[in-house]
């Protein structure tokens, strides 16, 4: 150890290493050298500890999921390079493992204010409970219900009563006319009145007299509910002043010696609250660390340790980029003052691409996308399919793009050149009649020669644009492959997307309910490579217009 508790010095000889010229950006990049040495250090360490085999034993719930590790290569005062090291979130149901650096807040002190506050939090829980499950409370509604329920009745053969009652007053009308003197009937029909009038008053008394009996004991069942709801708005605003009091005690430094708590970090980003776990990832707690311990931050990695989780794609060791929902704000403040390198991702997008066109008539146009380019217009890259096609036929009417290719997929790509054309053309891919096909090469050989994947997705709201597979509130997503051939331990296979949701084909080939193995170049769920091996190699369907059967090919360029 160093003069610093948490740093760590390397087990290696590093000084043949040429540090890097500008700190990692966290969002996309490849791990530095100096990284790849301090995670391996890192992970030789975790897999001497006792907590390590809870993420690979199987309990009564399943597996347990692994969580993410980070390494922040660091220069102390004196010039000595090591790392720092981090978990996100919690470990083994701690904040603190050495030599892990400890959390920016640590909301499980005992002592802290938050557990305080939890524990009053958790004692109106139980008094909210213990009220909802009482006796008392359970009688009163059962007796509610009984009364309603009598009150209808005993009203409904009251009303009954007064329609025959009625009608027997009408037979009498009947029978009496023309037999009866105009003295006789006009006595008579005053008896009928009466009697009528004396069963309406009799009906409104019967109402009145259930009214005050289900009004009283409504009035006490309420009482008691008020009394719940009193304590749940209570603890409502317990909990959100305790958050509010929480996200204040974030405290993030930056380069510049810059302080700012969580919350004032994510009204400046866009008036909204932090997301969960906001502020307890590694890279935020590692950055932290080496500014309030004045240590240099050279290179920035981060790993996942275990099983992946059943919804995401996460592979054992493998690095990935910071999320973009909790820690994009977070790191945004935190790494002014620092020399960060260029988004690589932007960089690719804005080289200049040819744009081959592959068919074309008055209606339609069919071009073959090139990789690492955008369908549409993105935030900060105009150059796409839309806007050289519109730019090719500025008179052109029709909204022109009738599907669209994940920016990393190349292929092709349909256009139409009117509405009415792209109206007729779009009802096909709605219809799922147009057929379209896939190329790709995985990065492991597959033991099956093809088969359908079905894995419904949703979002990924704490990392977009990454997918998860959500059986609770994902789409359907289905797709049919079948493998090509198998040549030096990859697979190349032939993907037939029935459906066509985002990012569907690279979730269903690296999920492990799926092929169990990543794209080539996938930088989102496997590794990344010249490029994302995927391409959109065919396409077949009716043309609008004289009703032929078109079909476009182009050969996987890998």
Not at 248 to 266: C, D, H, M, T, V
Not at 392 to 403: F, I, Q
Request: charged residues 25%; proline residues 5%.
């Amino acid at each position: 150890m160093g003069q610093v508790d948490c740093f760590i010095p390397f087990e290696s000889d590093v000084t043949s290493i040429a540090l890097p010229t500008q700190f990692t950006y966290p969002f996309y990049y490849e791990p530095h050298e100096l990284s790849l040495l301090a995670a391996e250090q890192l992970q030789a360490f975790i897999q001497q500890q006792a907590w390590n085999r809870a993420f690979f034993q199987d309990t009564d719930e399943g597996t347990t999921s692994g969580i993410m590790f980070g390494v922040l290569v660091v220069k102390d005062q004196q010039d000595n390079l090591g790392f720092l090291a981090a978990f996100s979130g919690k470990l083994a149901g701690s904040n603190h493992h050495a030599p892990f650096v400890p959390p920016v807040y640590d909301i499980l002190a005992e002592d802290g204010f938050f557990r305080q506050e939890e524990k009053k939090i958790e004692a109106l829980t139980a008094r909210i409970e213990a009220l909802e499950s009482a006796p008392d409370l359970q009688s009163k509604r059962a007796a509610y219900a009984r009364q309603v329920e009598q009150c209808e009745a005993e009203l409904q053969n009251a009303r009954s009563k007064i329609k025959q009652g009625k009608r027997a007053r009408k037979l009498q009308r009947q029978e009496a006319d023309g037999q009866l003197t105009s003295i006789e009937y006009d006595r008579l029909e005053a008896a009928l009145i009466k009697e009528s009038k004396d069963d309406q008053f009799a009906y409104k008394r019967l109402t009145k007299q259930w009214k005050e009996v289900l009004d009283r004991s409504k009035a006490d069942l309420d009482a008691h509910k008020k009394q719940i709801q009193d304590l749940k708005d209570k603890r409502k605003q317990l909990s959100a002043q305790t958050q509010a009091k929480m996200f204040e005690q974030y405290q993030f430094l930056n380069a510049n010696g810059a302080s700012k708590s969580l919350r004032s970090i994510f009204e400046e980003w866009g008036d909204r609250l932090p997301p969960a776990g906001a502020g307890e990832c590694a890279a935020p707690k590692l950055l932290h660390y080496a500014f309030a311990n004045d240590l240099q931050p050279i290179a920035l990695a981060e790993f996942w340790w275990g099983p992946s989780p059943p919804s995401e794609v996460r592979r054992h060791q493998q690095f990935y980029p910071a999320c973009r929902s909790k820690c994009e704000p977070i790191l945004g403040h935190m790494l002014k003052g620092l020399n960060v390198a260029p988004n690589e991702m932007l960089i690719g997008l804005q080289d200049e691409k040819e744009l081959d066109i592959i068919f074309e008539d008055e209606y339609l146009l069919a071009v073959n996308k090139p990789a690492e380019f955008l369908s549409v217009p993105g935030k900060e890259i105009e150059d796409s399919v839309y806007t050289r096609v519109r730019k090719k036929y500025p008179e052109a009417d029709g909204p022109l793009v009738v599907h669209r290719l994940d920016m990393s997929t190349s292929g092709i790509m349909l256009v139409a050149k009117t509405k009415e054309v792209h109206k007729l053309i779009q009802h096909q891919f709605e219809k799922r009649t147009v057929k379209k096909r896939y190329e790709a090469l995985l990065e492991g050989e597959l033991t099956e020669n093809g088969g359908e994947i079905n894995l419904p997705l949703r979002v990924d709201l704490n990392d977009r644009p990454r997918q998860l597979v959500c059986y609770d509130h994902g789409k359907p997503a289905r797709t049919i492959w079948e493998l090509v051939e198998k040549v030096d331990g990859r697979s190349r296979v032939r993907f037939y997307p029935v459906t066509g949701r985002t990012h569907q084909l690279r979730v269903h080939a690296a999920h492990v309910s799926g092929l169990g193995t990543p794209i080539v170049g996938d930088d989102l769920y496997g590794s990344k490579n010249s490029r994302l091996h995927l391409h959109a190699e065919q396409l077949r369907f009716v043309h609008p217009i004289d009703q032929n059967e078109v079909t476009l090919r182009v050969p996987a360029p890998f």
